[in-house]
């Protein structure tokens, strides 16, 4: 039986559509679950770098620099994860780069909006709404991050060759 549904990614490796998957996807099974763990650590390595570079700066430089910084590094430590542990793609490095690049930048576009639509124009109240949004906005990055960043085309001849 021949169906339109796309593979998981353990699976299309099996079936000689890719590279093997990510430790993370074929530790959980799913790629959309070693995603959310990349994320989850990601965030909290960016809660923890943003506390030290704070801790670093002191009263010297304004908080939104240890923010910055605490960014610069995690993203690139985010980049790195999702690209060895969850996607499991190889060359195009700075292309992949850049799409991660836009895909969070994205991201961070589309919570701000969504968020402010949810609390000023709506008036819903702010912290349901940011977790709500939070949520939309990592289904849309790993969709993002799937079909951007890490997108690759099948190869000529492997997909219709396993089956």
Do not use: C, K
């Amino acid at each position: 039986m021949r169906t339109n549904a796309r593979p998981v990614a353990a699976e299309a490796a099996a079936m000689g559509d890719g590279p093997a998957p990510g430790l993370l996807v074929r530790v959980f099974r799913r790629q959309e679950v070693a995603f959310a763990v990349v994320g989850a650590g990601n965030t909290l390595l960016g809660i923890a770098l943003t506390v030290a570079w704070l801790a670093v700066l002191g009263d010297a430089w304004p908080p939104a620099v240890a923010v910055v910084l605490a960014y610069a590094i995690g993203i690139v430590v985010a980049f790195v994860l999702h690209r060895t542990l969850v996607f499991r793609v190889r060359g195009r490095l700075l292309r992949d780069f850049a799409g991660f690049v836009v895909v969070n930048s994205g991201g961070l576009l589309l919570n701000t909006v969504l968020l402010s639509l949810a609390v000023s124009v709506l008036h819903l109240p702010r912290i349901p709404s940011a977790v709500v949004v939070m949520g939309l906005v990592a289904v849309a990055s790993f969709f993002g991050h799937r079909y951007i960043s890490f997108h690759r085309e099948p190869e000529a001849g492997t997909r219709g060759a396993a089956r």
